[in-house]
């Protein structure tokens, strides 16, 4: 079935006059914190697994061949998932997403008795194709619905909710593995709490309503857009390969998931025992919150002007990032790949402090760096479908560089090449954001100015 509405802008409808509410189900804030409850229980839950270093495992081979696999399909169908979202609705493409969590999991619990890496790197591949449909649905949610002088508050809201989970999911291996201070892996408790709280996702996606039915506060709906076919969906999405703006965010895409390996695998997985991999994500995570806390509120209160708010909020990152990456070198000086290192405990005080403000840091940075370029694409569109395609090629750029990096860690690279590299990208992709928000993020008044005359907005499809 065809577009129904205006594809680009969405418009078309009258405003609808509804009853203020904080918590009307089919509000903007409800959907958002309902879109962040789901990845509290599924990506949430992931990262806490991931984030433990090889999986929760000695050996970091059978996390880093599921992982490679795991981001090359999230490339395709990251690119994909908008396409899909719009065809199949939230309901079904984020139930579908969510059980591949589940199934990931599980391998891990089945690798611990068997170690046998086939099925972690089966079901990596298929997480893949799942976290492509999830987090292009995630993204469009969580850009569209708001306001568009609202966006950075959402997205912090979102990135809060979601984080508690990585939260939540670093005290289960530090509480079930408290007393293991010589265990090199965590145990099958461990598994099976994540499985639960992923189950727990599968089952409250299905709360999330289709964003024709998703009103705002002055009565506008998210988009008119009901239904939408393949032939549409696989021409929008080959326009963004030529789309300047989509080019321009590249690098940004590229490096924005391309550190993980080197932060999860070779700082917290090599310098720290489990249970003290498990305490640190607890702070990685809620470092996260903090960030996106932190930033949402200068993307969107800084300035007047939102392009203003923009170019500060890349500066703000800017300055955070190269402090951060500077601390990460002057640790990784101390240690390389061929050094047998003692892995090091929570409970020895000054030696640990230095180590643990890093790790901390560098979740920080992750929420500024990632929650900043969600705001500037959130400021290219305003349309639920729109942006899904816009999300949709984000993430499928940023899981094709992850690839890369967990290939990279594989195949035993210095550890300094690998900071350097994560340095270099993150650096590369500041300039080329001042650009985009320059030439296309346009201020409020400007939007409002041409709403009025019935204008196409420039910058705003």
């Known amino acids: 079935m065809g577009l129904q509405g205006d594809e680009e802008t969405g418009k078309g409808s009258p405003e609808i006059p509804i009853k203020p509410s904080l918590f009307r189900f089919n509000s903007p804030l409800t959907q958002v914190s309902l879109i962040g409850l789901v990845c509290f229980c599924c990506p949430g839950m992931f990262n806490a697994l991931s ?39 939230p309901k079904l493409t984020l139930l579908t997403a969510c059980s591949t969590y589940v199934l990931y999991a599980g391998s ?23 976290a492509g449909l999830l987090w292009a649905s995630q993204g469009a949610i969580m850009t569209s619905y708001p306001p568009h002088d609202r966006k950075g508050t959402y997205i912090a ?3 809060s909710i979601f984080n508690m989970g990585g939260v939540i999911g670093g005290l289960i291996p530090f509480a079930l593995n408290y007393n293991r201070t010589s265990a090199v892996s965590v145990n099958d408790g461990t598994y099976i709490g994540f499985m639960i709280f992923m189950s727990i996702g599968a089952l409250l996606s299905l709360l999330i309503l289709h964003p024709s039915r998703v009103i705002r506060n002055d009565g506008s709906r998210c988009t008119n857009i009901k239904y939408s076919s393949v032939g549409v969906e696989g021409k929008e999405i080959l326009k963004l390969f030529l789309d300047w703006r989509m080019l321009l965010m590249v690098p940004a895409s590229w490096a924005s998931n391309f550190f993980y390996s080197y932060q ?21 995570w809620a470092a996260q919150m903090i960030g996106s806390v932190f930033i949402g509120y200068v993307m969107d209160f800084s300035f007047k002007s939102r392009r203003a708010r923009g170019l500060f909020g890349v500066g703000v990152v800017a300055v955070f990032g190269t402090a951060i990456w500077g601390g990460g070198l002057a640790k990784q000086l101390d240690y390389t790949r061929h050094d047998s290192l003692i892995k090091m405990d929570f409970k020895e005080g000054p030696d640990y402090a230095g180590p ?34 816009y999300v ?47 030439k296309a993020v346009k201020d409020d008044d400007e ?15």
Do not use: C
């Not at 972690?120 to 298929?126: H, K, L, S, T």
């Not at 550890?415 to 080329?432: D, G, H, K, R």
């Open 51 to 89: 984030g433990m270093g090889a999986g929760g495992q000695v050996d970091p081979t059978a996390a880093n061949n599921a992982n490679t696999a795991l981001y090359t399909t999230f490339a395709v169908f990251g690119i994909l998932g908008g396409g899909v979202y719009n065809i199949l609705g």
């Open 157 to 159: 809201l979102f990135w």
């Open 264 to 284: 999860f695998n070779n700082v917290n997985g090599v310098l720290f025992n489990v249970r003290t991999r498990g305490l640190n994500n607890i702070f990685y």
């Open 447 to 461: 939007v409002e100015g041409k709403s009025k005359e019935g204008g196409t907005i420039p910058g705003i499809h």
């Open 108 to 130: 891990f619990l089945y690798y611990n008795h068997y170690h046998h890496q086939a099925f972690a790197i089966v079901a990596g591949a298929i997480l893949g194709i799942g």
């Open 392 to 438: 949709g090629f984000y993430k499928g750029v940023q899981s094709a560089g992850a690839a890369v990096a967990w290939q990279i860690d594989s195949h035993n690279v210095p550890y300094l090449n690998e900071l350097i590299t994560n340095w270099a990208l993150m650096t590369v992709s500041f300039p080329l954001l001042v650009v985009l928000i320059i």
């Open 356 to 389: 643990f403000v890093l790790y901390f840091s560098y979740g920080l940075l992750d929420a500024m760096f990632q929650s900043m370029v969600y705001w500037v694409i959130g400021a290219l569109a305003d349309d639920s479908e729109v942006l899904s395609r």
